[in-house]
């Protein structure tokens, strides 16, 4: 069994930070690639930031320069570094991981998402 549990949301002015954590747990063998995805209200789901298991990155055009992604391997977990952040950010974020389990069973596992608002 996998769980993958986010943490780290909360409500922030316009301009401010927040970090946002994700943790992959149970039968592990690799996890490959950990996105970060959010939907607004009334919009549809969006990616906004991959990291590969060699740390290589990308970025919804959104986000690029306010927010960075990264990850500690060892502890299987993920996390986003948002900055400058401004109202339309405000949504639910989601984190995935594509993995592969004990079983060598690729899958895809989703969080139960973490409600960010920015707003005075």
């Known amino acids: 069994q996998v769980q993958v549990v986010e943490s780290g949301g909360g409500l922030v002015q316009p301009g401010g930070s927040l970090r946002l954590s994700c943790a992959a747990s149970g039968n592990i063998l690799r996890i490959d690639v950990m996105n970060w995805y959010r939907q607004a209200p009334g919009k549809e789901r969006e990616l906004v930031a991959t990291?590969?298991?060699?740390?290589?990155?990308n970025y919804a055009d959104s986000v690029k320069g306010r927010f960075t992604i990264s990850r500690d391997n060892a502890k299987n977990t993920v996390f986003l570094q948002m900055n400058s952040l401004k109202p339309e950010d405000t949504a639910v974020y989601y984190c995935n991981a594509q993995l592969t389990d004990d079983y060598k069973i690729p899958s895809l596992y989703w969080g139960q998402g973490t409600q960010v608002t920015v707003s005075s």
């Open positions: 990291i590969t298991s060699g740390g290589r990155t």
